[in-house]
């Protein structure tokens, strides 16, 4: 099975980070960053503008995006098939975030991430993001993508 490239952009104002809930399609009552997967001819930071204008309404500049996380999930027998995801923060946007049909935007202090409703992967690394760190991150899913077998995580050397 191929290996889908995605993106995630976490919208970050002091100690809050933004977050949309997904209200259908895959990962619907999940809490997320916003994001999607990459087309073809488009860099993952292209891809990470795109989808943070179509889900949030907001525009952010290449330049004003911060590479904290490269995330491989396999996802076993999984509906979505293993995913190779780059997570972007960026504090420097145009526009206020707004709700679209499939996802509805909300603003978290660090301390208030509700990480029991997120994907079970998410407290392994998205912490040590919002504590200023880069990590590179490895979760192997159960075979319907509900429970973690097992995780690495390690801090990121340099920048890609």
């Not at 399609?25 to 989808?51: C, I, L, P, S």
């Not at 407290?123 to 490895?138: D, I, N, Q, S, T």
Request: charged share 30%; glycine share 12%; net charge negative.
């Amino acid at each position: 099975m191929a290996v889908t490239e995605a993106t995630l952009v976490y919208l970050i104002d002091r100690e809050r980070v933004c977050l949309g809930y997904k209200t259908r399609g895959f990962g619907a009552g999940k809490w997320n960053g916003f994001g999607g997967k990459v087309e073809d001819g488009e860099t993952r930071e292209e891809t990470a503008v795109r989808e943070l204008q179509e889900e949030t309404g907001v525009s952010v500049s290449l330049r004003d995006l911060d590479y904290v996380a490269e995330l491989y999930f396999h996802n076993g027998a999984g509906e979505a098939g293993d995913m190779h995801v780059h997570a972007f923060f960026t504090g420097q946007w145009d526009g206020e975030p707004r709700e679209i049909e499939k996802m509805r935007p909300q603003w978290f202090g660090f301390g208030e991430v509700p990480y029991a409703d997120m994907w079970p992967s998410d407290p392994h690394w998205f912490p040590r993001v919002l504590k200023g760190e880069r990590v590179r991150c490895a979760v192997w899913f159960d075979a319907r993508g509900e429970r973690v077998l097992r995780h690495q995580v390690a801090r990121m050397q340099g920048t890609n």
